[in-house]
């Protein structure tokens, strides 16, 4: 037999191995603890270039509002067996990283959990990236690896180099006094302004930084309230020539009366900008009237100008009616966009509805579409309790990237009675810290309402 003929020849187990590792990438890029399990269960299978790549890119979806999964990816570094390998890695990837703050930070995280378990280098791998920052607004990544390792004199270095960049640019927006603040909170026992106006009597920096911070901390105090949202205020901002999207935050506050007088403005309006804008404000506070014309928008032509088919629906996500429903079904079985139609479905749910989420769940595979439609589906199944909610929910936490969506699910799986043995056991072990919490918190409540074994 010639070598041409023994490649085409697997070895045995092959194809399954070639499985494991692909449930492990895609395990470890969502940030679920099913890779944990996987790399427990073939602890002769080297997964190290996963490991490292997960741990040199941070995969979360929105590393801002998710932060880093350094604790997560510490604990399948110490397992694989290739620590030393992936810990050099990680440590080149730190003195290198020059395009991704997230990553960045996650970075530094990791090589702050080297360090304190006795890794010299990781310590002076930080110290040596934290004098050489490169990426513009990101003058905070690093702080924290530095506070948790060096403790107050780890602020002090810090203080330092913000002390620096005040003295090089008066104006640099360096002197929050956020950082101190939260040194603060977490060591009650020191007094930490008190301390660093000591340090600031022998370092001109340290000195430059501390009057920036008491400066920044005035500044705070004088800052007038915002005032509480009326009807005025959202109407001249619907208004406007420009798009202003703080409407949105202060709709909660509206009176009762403020809201029937905007929904009357809205029947009047023809301009689609305008009416999109009303719409935003009817998807967060139900429309006090009746709501054809809004179905009537949801029903319009799709178009990428404008929102105005999507806020349409959000706004009809509290209204049951049969109509509603009828179009909802019969867009969600066609349509690319299914994120724009989900919502008819909250109030509209009926038993069955799942064999349909489940396939629209399963069509989908980008990031972004997968996270424009977890908003409907958490509030689709926060509104309608039922077991039926497993199968869709499950196939959404296999893929998402998003940790805090994907804590989400797991709660209302838990809260619908529809939570399995298997993902509980996988939570103690995902990259997001809430979904962590959820694990002991659910694990303390005796007996855990979990369904099957799988």
Known sequence: MGKEDCRKIPYRGSEEMLNTKKEFRKSIRCGTGKAYFILKDNPKVDFSRDIIKA???????????????????????????????????????????RDNCWTLNQLFELAA????????????????????????????????AILSIDGFAGLKRIAVERGKALMNNPEDDQGDSYLVDDFQDKHPELKVYDELKKASKSNPYIKKYWSKILADKKTILTIPQKPRYTYQIVKNNIDRDTARHFVLFGVKQLKERDI????????????????ERYLRIFSRRKFPFDYHQILELAKSRYSRKNRLVEFACEALQYFKAD?????????????????????????????????????????????????????????????????????????????????????????????????????LKEIEYDSYESTRELHHKIMAEPPPRIQGTQ
């Open 113 to 144: 959990i080297f360090a304190k378990e006795g890794n010299q280098k990781a310590s002076k791998a930080i110290y040596a990236r934290f004098h050489k920052k490169t990426i513009e607004y990101a003058e905070w990544v690093g702080d924290d």
């Open 323 to 423: 109509d509603i429903r009828e179009f909802a079904i019969r867009k969600l079985k066609i349509t690319n966009n299914p994120a724009d139609y989900l919502y008819l479905l909250v109030s509209n749910y009926m038993k069955g509805d799942w064999k349909l989420l489940t396939k629209i769940a399963e069509r989908h595979k980008k990031d972004d579409v997968l996270h424009s439609m977890v908003w409907a589906y958490i509030a689709i199944y926060k509104r309608n309790k039922t077991l039926e909610c497993r199968k869709p929910l499950e196939v959404l936490y296999e893929k998402l990237t998003c940790g805090i969506h994907r804590c989400d699910i797991v709660e209302i799986l838990y809260n619908n009675g529809a939570l399995s043995k298997r993902i």
């Open 55 to 97: 741990a040199t890119f941070n995969f979360a979806y929105d590393g801002q509002a998710e932060g880093d999964r350094a604790h997560y990816l510490s604990q399948l570094i110490n397992l694989s067996g290739k620590k030393d390998k992936i810990v050099a890695s990680v440590l080149n990837a730190l003195a290198k990283e």
């Open 260 to 275: 029937k007088r905007l929904a009357q403005d809205f029947l009047k309006e023809t301009d689609p900008i305008k009416q």
